[in-house]
């Protein structure tokens, strides 16, 4: 499988969280991301439409509250989830290929 | 489709016009409901600034979903276009609108210039118009052909 992109990545990640609306998506990113990554909602419905449409994230009824009405709630399927595993796990297997090089995250050191 | 309060969520909804009709129609409405979340947090988050960064962040995210969304209906020739065809539109009104002479609008010797002008500005627009909606009508035509 390709590596993700990084929109890819944050959108699949927050819905890790569980299922969530388009705004609820951009504010989880911008919270991961420490303020680094500010998903557009054009960037954010654009990749959530791809998502859909290879089966990796499925549109929800959401809580049914009367304040949602108006949105759609998005959660990730099984092959989401299965792909983002897949990609954390190559991601793990760089970072611990750049520490037998000597690179180490600065998160990571003792 | 909910009709939009601010001049920036009006201007952005007319500029989602210019994404691909199905993207537009599944995801416009809440696109339009994110934007307007979006531009209150701006408003208070930033307000020594203004609204100018998250207009021109805005504006950058939508040129590029433009774009790429008309990438992937398979008829790309429209995303120059889409984009061009506004720049163009308002760039030719803002050279117009330079070029009008304000004190004309109260005497009354110079206004057949000043209609001509309009009406010349209205019969591009209609021309501009006519060849991008011809370029959409005439796409399942070309699908018939290839196959």
């Excluded at chain 2, 930033?46 to 790429?68: C, E, H, K, S």
Aim: hydrophobic share 45%; charged share 20%; proline share 6%.
């Amino acid at each position: 499988m390709a590596p993700l992109t990084p929109a890819v990545m944050h959108v699949l990640l927050s819905l890790a969280g569980g299922e969530r609306h388009g705004y609820a998506i951009l504010k989880d990113v911008l919270q991961q991301t420490n303020h680094q990554v500010r998903l557009g909602p054009g960037t954010l419905y654009g990749t959530l439409q791809r998502l859909m449409e290879s089966g990796l994230v499925e549109e929800t009824d959401g809580p049914g509250s009367e304040a949602d009405e108006r949105r759609r709630f998005y959660r990730l399927s099984r092959a989401g989830r299965e792909a983002l595993k897949a990609e954390v796990d190559r991601l793990d297997a760089l970072v611990r290929h750049a520490r037998g090089r000597g690179i180490v995250p600065r998160a990571s050191r003792p | 489709m909910r009709s939009p309060a601010s001049l920036d969520a009006r201007c952005y909804h007319a500029a989602l016009f210019l994404c691909p009709p199905a993207f537009r129609r599944e995801f416009a409405q809440e696109i339009l409901l994110v934007f307007d979340e979006a531009r209150q947090e701006a408003r208070i988050a930033a307000p020594q600034y203004g609204l100018w960064p998250f207009r021109a962040r805005m504006a950058a995210d939508l040129a590029g979903t433009i774009v790429r969304q008309w990438f992937r209906t398979g008829w790309p020739i429209m995303a120059p276009l889409a984009i061009l065809y506004p720049l163009a539109a308002s760039s030719a009104l803002a050279t117009l609108w330079r070029r009008i002479p304000l004190h004309m609008l109260r005497g009354t010797a110079d206004s057949d210039v000043l209609m001509l002008e309009l009406v010349a500005a209205v019969v591009l627009l209609i021309v501009a118009a006519t060849i991008i909606l011809t370029l959409w009508f005439t796409r399942p035509l070309l699908y018939r052909h290839r196959r």
